[in-house]
């Protein structure tokens, strides 16, 4: 006759005082989270399931679930368990990285160990949904999408032939920011005072600080003259003219009566013109990048720059002009901007 050992409940306890604070407080909270899926979806606990393979369905329902709806990142977990009216720590309404729903699935597991299930994150069907989770990231959530020279024609294109100064703004700004290969703070501290007017018609603009140059050494890049009518050159010249712009900010906040806005600076200079905010930037490129019927969840001022690049790239542009005009000292960010598919389709082995 054989003998019940009972398990030693000490043990456990001595297993979750191994774990750091802050592991064991994420612990908690991404199973609070798991928690309450389970109960909305099933009615039911997840330590209630009848076995360890209904634990396994109901866990790889909930990566996949994770993964595909960008709802479940509103669900709320133990931060903020005490005031259930707390709002999202994310508000881009973008669904988990693959790298965080790799760190749930620990903390499932190790939930589930500890009240006695033989649960393996390793087990087939938690490996392939996980694999499968990996590769469909194309666009991970922060990561914005690149916007390439035809989605520029596309977006700008209903701003032409208007008297609009909203719509010239916009284009002006817009065509600035692709051709520029600016990031969005580089483009919002330009002044007028910055710019050099060639003779051949186009225009030079001195770039005095960036995320990478704290120093203001700065750098010179060329806003070219094109030939059709998505010139930078003379989108920005169009908006010059019509808002009269001759020192400070180039870009003004323009509000829903179509007036520049201002603000007073102080009793002796009176008014001055109310200058356009990063936040503002990124609504007028989502704005119009909807208008004309494009996808604008992973869209930022970001994009302009990293489709400048991709687009480059895709034109077999020599990777040192595109440095030079973007103002990276290394390689390592143009290929990371670059899709993978756009660099195979680019590819020097693919052509001899």
Known sequence: MGIKIPRDPTVEKLKLKSKAVKTQQSYDGDWLKFVQYSKTRFNADPLEVDGIQDAYNLTEGYLNWLHTNSDAIKLKGKSEKNNPNAPSSNSNNQSYKSSTIKRILASITYKYRINNFDFDRKNPQIAETMAAISRNKEIKPGQKKELLKEDIIKIVNPLFNSDNATDIRDKALILLGFYSFCRRSEILAIQYEDLIFSDDGSIQVRINFSKTDQTGVGRVIDLPKKEDQYCPVKSLNEWLEIVQVKSGPLFYKINKSKVIESHKLNENKGFVKRSLTAAGFVKILKQRSTNVGIDSI???????????????????????????????????????????????????????
Request: proline share 2%; charged share 20%.
């Open 298 to 352: 992973n869209i930022g001022a970001h994009s302009l720059r990293i489709g400048a690049i991709t687009q480059s790239r895709m034109d077999n542009v020599p990777t040192h002009e595109i440095m030079a005009q973007s103002g990276h000292s290394t390689t390592q960010m143009i290929d990371r901007y670059t899709k993978v598919t756009d660099i195979k389709k680019n590819s020097a082995a693919r052509k001899i």
